[in-house]
Every structure is written in structure tokens, then in C-alpha cells.
């Protein structure tokens, strides 16, 4: 009787044991197909994104009746002169835009880390007043500014030249960068500022030694930011910038 019990026992142990890898397998296979069903889902997805930039770059070396014959393959002769003459009628534009974009971000990030340092670390009469009047002009749509400030550069006798563009964009972008690195320096210790004034750093030194290095990042990305606005920028150059010399890239392409 005892043996039958023992039997019975392990015969129950068993069939669990079964039962448990009967599951687990059934896991593993799904899974399994999971994974499969993951990564056949990853490459339609990629096929998708890097289809366009395929058709693109194949196009970019057929003349018009290769395109039309067949627009999926290569064709020979592929006509990579093509891109020597876009290169040739383009390269007046980009430089106006590397000019106006750089000078303009230098003005912009200098001028703004200066500003928001003061309003950061220093107490003055109308302090926050004159940052809530500087942040209500963020409620100002651009479009409403367009002919105010088409005037004043008419005004000032730079239309059609590229400090029409550098000068407003220095004006326009600075509010954002102020407002976001106010807030990052207004967090940095203050030890940090009293230890350097305490050592015999001026202002300034304090700026450069304390608060530029620790604020780099978020320039850089303000920076960025700035960067991308200014070279996309289209209605504010198509307005004051009328030679085709003076042009910006997006101009230039759309003319």
C-alpha cells in the first residue's frame, strides 16, 4: 500500500512536471513568433521611412525619360553632373544663409546669456516687470510684426542686404533663450558665485568661469534651435530681400 502511495505521488509529480514544460515551451514558442512577427514589422516600417530617400537619391542621376522608363531601378549612364550645376546655382544662396544664420546665432546667444545672467543673479527696480513685458511679446503672433518691422528696415536703409535679416532674427530670437536660461542659472548655487567673488572675480569673470561652462548645453540646444529657424526661415527673406545675390537658400530654390 505504501509502495502504491509512493507511485501515485510520483505519477502526480510528474504529470505537474509535464504540465509545467508543456507551458513553458508553449511560452517559448510564442515567444518566439513574437520576435519573428517583431522584426518583420521593424523592416516593413524601415522600408517605409528609407524608401523616399531611395527614389530621391536614384532619381537625382536620371534624366527625365530614365525617370519615366523605369523609376524603381538604376539606369545607365547615371548623370552625377547633375549635381556639379545644382551645386553651381545654389552655392550663392547657402552662403547667405551660413552668414546670416551664424552671425545671428553669435548675436543671439552672447547677447541673450548676458541678459538672462543679469536677470538671474542680480536685484534692480523694474526687474520683474521689464521680464513679463519681455515675455508677454511671445503672445505676439510673427505675421502681426511683419510690416512694423518691414519699415524699420526700410527706415534704416538696409532692405535688401543680409543685416535686413541678421538684425531682426537677432531681435526675435532672443526672448525664448532668455527666458529658458534664466531659469536654468537662477537654480545654479549661489556658493559658487559668493567663493568666486570672495577669490577676486568680476562679473564677468564669473560669467565666463562659472556660468558658461555649466550652462553649455543648454545654449547648445537653444542654439540649435535658433539655427534651424533662422536657415528655414521664408516669408521674412522673400519680403526685404529682392536681388538674387542676396538671396537666402529657401529663396533661391523657390525662385
Known sequence: LHWMQNMSRTLSQVKSLETELTTASIILIINKNLRIINILFQFCIS??????????????????????????SIQFPMHFDYYVRAFEKVIIY????????????????????LTAYVFAKYDFFGKNFLFILLLSFLMVPATLTLIPQFVLVIELGINNSLLACILPYMATGQIIFIFV?????????????????????????????IVFPLSKGMILSLGLMNLFTTWNDFVWPLTVLSSDSKRTITIGLYS
Open 47 to 72: 522600408i517605409l521611412l528609407f524608401a523616399p530617400f531611395y527614389f530621391m537619391l536614384v532619381s537625382s542621376v536620371k534624366t527625365n525619360d530614365q525617370i519615366f522608363a523605369n523609376y524603381i
Open 181 to 209: 536660461l534664466r531659469t536654468f542659472i537662477e537654480d545654479i548655487p549661489g556658493e559658487l558665485f559668493d567663493s568666486a567673488k570672495i577669490d577676486g572675480a568680476g562679473d564677468f569673470r564669473v560669467f565666463l568661469n
Open 94 to 113: 547657402m552662403k547667405n544663409s551660413v552668414i546670416i544664420s551664424s552671425v545671428s546665432l553669435i548675436g543671439v546667444t552672447v547677447i541673450s546669456s
